[in-house]
Nanobody, 119 residues
């Protein structure tokens, strides 16, 4: 299963960006789709996850500003980021865990998309 992340870029503080993560391959179901980020010199951290049933989980630093969603029919996930701050600058990675059509599990990562928040 391959993941393609897109939507990153340069944005001013207070601005918005929408990231997308498209999954392709032999997919039976995506159980959890998530976004993580890694800033220079820091460890990768959780941004948000969304489960198959729609329940969501957010990192403390993004609660109230970021919204994760998914389109199960398209095997695509989204991360709407509002009120961006310079400390949101990082490479954002999408992750998907689920079952392939042969019912073997998968845990895949996208290639990362860079978000820079700066004036």
């Amino acid at each position: 299963v391959q993941l393609q992340a897109s939507g990153g870029g340069l944005v001013q503080p207070g601005g918005s960006l929408r990231l997308s993560c498209a999954a392709s391959g032999s997919i039976f179901a995506i159980n959890v789709l998530g976004w993580y980020r890694q800033a220079p010199g820091k460890e990768r951290e959780l941004v948000a996850t969304i489960a198959r049933g729609g329940s969501t989980n957010y990192g403390d630093s993004v609660k109230g500003r970021f919204t994760i969603s998914r389109d199960s029919a398209k095997n695509t996930g989204y991360l709407q980021m509002n009120s961006l701050k310079p400390e949101d600058t990082a490479v954002y990675y999408c992750n998907a865990r689920g079952l392939r059509r042969d019912f073997r599990s998968f845990d895949s990562w996208g290639q990362g998309t860079e978000v820079t928040v700066s004036s």
